[in-house]
Each structure stands twice: as structure tokens, then as C-alpha cells.
């Protein structure tokens, strides 16, 4: 049984060499992603994919925590292994999404507000009696015509460091995700503008509500384009950006910062963190907490199929490798043709 020490926990989450992996899609995401595959799904496909993952050989030299979702918390492996405890034991930090998803505000058109609130002061002594030893809780900020609002960024912030504190106060460490999407049509400045306000309002209520920084870790958007906006931006210019508007709002008391990889191709997502990580020195880690970005190859190569659960766990292995280099600028383009 690991401790619960937030501070020690925090700071091996954000490990040198190592990230997180987000596993912990909802029940309506994840039909998503096994509907991609033409994978029904049923509890135990979901059960058998969240497996071929958290069993791949290797994994924890790169992989130091992976966030589950409620439902996976509760389940186990063939050999009735709770995953919990299989994650343990091969060094690997089972943590939680706690967040009950992004919910209309009300009074604006548009955006959202993340709920979960309510009751989870208990929600959170059962997980930790189920073994979670973090936690995650994701606010979305859109980029559009006259949004973001001042109001949907200060009610996510607010909803974020109540839950942080919460989170703390269980002996877990959170996870705090504000993540301004890449969708839409604005300019790299654009979201450089919003990240850092939003990241400026966040890091005020942490600190309104005495969120102990050593005990917490960051999950923030990169500074991208919009996916539709017409001139992208080259890898350097991305990390640059990204790491000026974090070291403007990130104090150096946070030990670490966990991207989200948010619609990037795996490859963008472990060449931008790569980057990112040549700009040093710098105050805080920077590592990676990726979903899609850790997973889409997996998916694709398993396909719901018995018989490629190897070839899954062989491309899960490779983007978890490829990560891992990327925590040092030590990953280069060609490794990914090498292992094709
Ligand atoms: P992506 O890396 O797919 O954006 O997912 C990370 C995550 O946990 C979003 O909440």
C-alpha cells in the first residue's frame, strides 16, 4: 500500500522519464473510441482493453500513474487481480477522475461548467479505501466568438480549487485540468491569451483556497492554433509559446506540469513535449498526462481482437517509450520509422 502523502506522491507522478496515462474515459467516450474499432461496448470489452494496457510488459518505466474511471476503479484483471492493486505492484499510481463532466452554465450561451461537487468529500474516502491515490477533475474553456467569458473561467476556476482542496484534505493528489480547447478557428495568440488568464484565475482560487502547491499537479492545454485556424505553427514555435505563458502563471512551488494531448496526432503531442523539454532549465517538470495521444495506435492495432493483444501492447509500449524520451528532448522523428 502506497502512503498517502500528497507531497511525495505529487513528485512521483511527475517522475523524470516517466508520465501519466489517461484511462479513465467516461462510459460515453470510451463507446467512442471502441465504436472507432467496431468493438461493442460492453463492461467486460472495456474491462479486457483497459487490461491490454495496464499489463503491457515494460509499461512502468515509462508510465508512472494512470487516472481510471469510476467503473475501472471497481474492476479487475483475468486472474481476479484488482487493477488497482495490479498497478501498485509494478510501481504504477492508480488515480481517479472525480469530475461528473462539463455541464451548461447557466447565463451564457455556450459554455460549460464542470459539476461533481456535491458529496465528494465522501466519494473520495471510498476511493481512497478502493486504492486511488490521486485524482482528476477537467474544466473546459472554449475559444469563439465572445467566449471565453470572465464568469465560465472564474466558475471553473472556483469548482477546481474547491476540489483540489477536497482532494488534499483525503490524503489524494489532484490532478487540476483547465484545459482550453483546440477546436475552432483562433490564432496561436488567441489561445496564448486565454490559457494565460485562465491559468491566472486557476492558480488565485488555488491559493484563495489553500491548495498546498507542492501537493498538486498541473494538466494544462498546450499553446496551439485552432485545428481550423489557416496557418499552424512550426514544433519551436508551439514550444516556446507554451513555455512562455507557463513560466508567466505557473509558480515554481508546483512540482509538476502534465500536458493533455487534446486532439494532437500522438506524434505532434510527443514532438511538441520534446520541445519543450530542450528549453530548459526550467522550474517544474514537464511530462505528459495523454489520453488519445498514449492510445490511438493501441486501439487501432488491437481492434477488439484476441489474438492482437500483443500488437496492441507493442504500439501502447512504443508511444509510452516514445513519451518517456520526450521528458529529456532526447526523442528524434526517426525512432517512430525504426520501430514501424
Ligand atoms: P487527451 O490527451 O486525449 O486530451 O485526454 C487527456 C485527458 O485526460 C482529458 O481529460
Redesign the pocket.
Known sequence: MTGLDIVANAAKMVAPGRGIL?A?ESTGTIQKRLDGIGVESTEDNRRAYRQLLFTTAGAEAHISGV?LFDETLRQAADDGTPFSKLLLDKDILPGIKVDKGAKDLAGSLGEKVTEGLDGLRERLAEYVDLGATFT?W?AVIDIGAGIPSRYCIEANAHALARYAALSQEAGLVPIV?P?VLMDGDHDIERCREVTEETLQVTFDQLANQRVLLEGMVL?PNMVLPGKKCASQNSVEEVAEMTVKTLRRRVPAAVPGIAF????QSEEEATAHLNAMNGLGPLPWELSF?????LQASALQAWGGKADAVAAGQAAFAHRAKMNGLARSGDYQADMERDAA
Open positions: 489517461a479513465d487516472i482528476k477537467r485540468e484545459e494538466k493533455l494531448s487534446g486532439g498526462s495523454y489520453g488519445r495521444a
